[in-house]
Each structure stands twice: as C-alpha cells, then as structure tokens.
C-alpha cells in the first residue's frame, strides 16, 4: 500500500511506494532518509571549500578571499580517464586525459557562492584542485569539475 508523506517536513507532496521517488530538490529512499547522506556516508571523505580572488589585473597566482569563508563538507571525489588521443610525426604518442570532479550538495556550494578559480582541498589525498567550471544538476548535487594544482 502506497504511504503519502506529504505533511512529513519539507518533501513534496509525493506518494511512497517503496521505491526510489525523485523529489524536486533532494531524493529519499525507502525509508525517507535523503540519499545525499547515504552517498555522502559511503562514498564521500571531507573537503575544504576554499574562496579565492585574483588581486590587480594581472596573471598573479590567487590569494584568498577574505569576505567569503572557507567551508570544510563532505562531498565524492571522482577522477575517470578521458578520450585517448593519439598524435603522430616521426612516432606514435598516446595521451589521455583525466576528468576530476567532486560530486556535493548544492547547499554548501551556495553557502559560499563556489564559482570558477575558488580551490578544493581534500585532506586524506593532500590534494589541492582548482575550480574550473559547475555543472548543476536537477537532483541538487552539481558536479564541480577540477584541476590538480601542483604547488
């Protein structure tokens, strides 16, 4: 028998059925605990949301930026292989490409308005990464795509 959970805190108006039910700003699971915190829990490790700024015009490195504060959160660290390309001349050379991205709630990101050269620090790796771009997408967990910064 299908459960409404419609007076149950900020859900919308859905009805239960015991399988996954895609709400418009977060997803629960069967027994209505948001999945973020499932995937969080299982997948994620901590990070440090660092704001950044660029000071006069030029190509300087960034300093931080003192009127948004850095945010320590959870978030799933993900880093694939991208298309092999190979290019030729006297030999044959083969590169690939790696795509980082950290996968977070949207809540965290607003918090801080993360936005493109703000850095992501992740302690248990030792890793610092740049913001390059911010794909939102609709289940409230945008993709923050990354850049290693080798300092």
Known sequence: MAKDVSKRGDLSPKVHTGQLTRMTSRT??????PIDDEVDRVFGEPVVLKPMKTVSGGYRDPVSDPG???LITRG?????????EETGGGSIHRQST????LSIREEPVKQI????????YFPERDELHEVT??????????????VRVLE
């Open 28 to 33: 629960v699971v069967n027994n209505l605990v």
């Open 68 to 70: 948004r504060n850095e």
């Open 76 to 84: 799933v660290f993900d880093q694939s292989r991208g298309a092999v």
């Open 98 to 101: 790696v795509d980082t991205t």
């Open 113 to 120: 308005g993360l936005r493109k050269g703000d850095r992501v």
């Open 133 to 146: 771009f911010i794909d939102a997408e609709p289940g409230g967990r945008p993709e923050v795509h990354l």
